[in-house]
C-alpha cells in the first residue's frame, strides 16, 4: 500500500492532525491496516476502498465512475468507527489526484459525503457532511470518573454547556469548562481515562470553553488510540455541533469556528455548519496539506 501523509484542519504543515492515508487498500486486511496505521504512529490512518464493479454495472445504476468508496479508519491500536480529520485528509489527497468533486463514503458509522473544492488561493478545502449526530447523560457515577481522571473539579464546569455524551458518528463526553486556563492546563491520569473510555465505547474527549456565542477552544484525549491528544478531531466538532443543536444552546442555521491544537503546539481551525433540520447532518470543513 502506498501511504501518504496529510495534516488536516490546516494550510500549514506544522499545524493541524496528521492523517495517513492510503487511496487505494484494494485487498488490505484487518492485520495489515493495523499494522500499517501502527507503523505510521499518527492518531489515525485511513484506509480507501474504490469500487470493484465494472464500469458498466455503475453506469447503470447511474452512478460517477469512482465516486462511491469504502473507508476505514485505524489508530495505532484500534479500529475506530469514523475520524473527520483523516476523512478531510483523503478527500483533499484524492481531489488533488483527481480533481475536485464528491466522493461517497460508506464508513462504519454510516454512509458520509465530501465535497472538495478550489479555493481563491489554489488550495482544496473538503466539507464533509457527518450521520445523523444525538447527545446522551452522561451518569452521575460515570462523570465523577471521567472528572477525577482529569483531574478536573465539578465547579470549573460551565453550566450553560452541560456535560453529554455526544454522537456524529463516534462517541464524545463533551466536557466545557468556563476558563481558558483550566483548558491550557491539561494533565490527566492516561491509565484511568483510557480504562474509562475503553469500558464507555468514547474516542475522544471532548473538552471545550466557549469564547464567544460561534467561537470555541477544545482539546481532545485520545488515550484509546494510544495518543495523549488529539490536535483537531472532525468528528468531535461534528457531535459537538449536533450537540449544540439539540440543547438550543445555538440558533440554526449557525456557523461555529472550533480552535484546537494551540496548547499542544500543532495549531488547528475547524468550521462547523449546524443546519437547521433536527437530527440532519452536520457539516464539518478545514484544509490540508501534505507532510
Known sequence: MQVLRYTAFTVDPAGGNPAGVVLDATGADDAAMLATAAEIGYSE????????????EKEEKG???????GIRYFSPLA?????GHATIATAVAHAERHGVGTLRLRTQAGPVTVTTGSTGDGRVVATLVSVAPRSVLIPDRVLAELLAALRWSGDELDPALPPRVAYGGAWHPVIAVTGRERLADLDYDFAALSELMDREGWVTVDLVQRESPTVFHARNPFPPGGVVEDPATGA????????????GIVTPPADLTIHQGHDMGRPSTITVRVPEEPG??????GNAVPL
Open 45 to 56: 490512518t485511513a484506509f480507501l476502498m474504490p469500487p470493484q464493479e465494472p464500469k458498466e
Open 63 to 69: 452512478e460517477a465512475e469512482g465516486d462511491s468508496f
Open 79 to 83: 479500529e475506530v468507527p469514523f475520524c
Open 236 to 247: 468531535a466538532a461534528a457531535a459537538f455541533g449536533g450537540y449544540l443543536r439539540e440543547l
Open 280 to 285: 440532519s447532518g452536520i457539516a464539518v470543513s
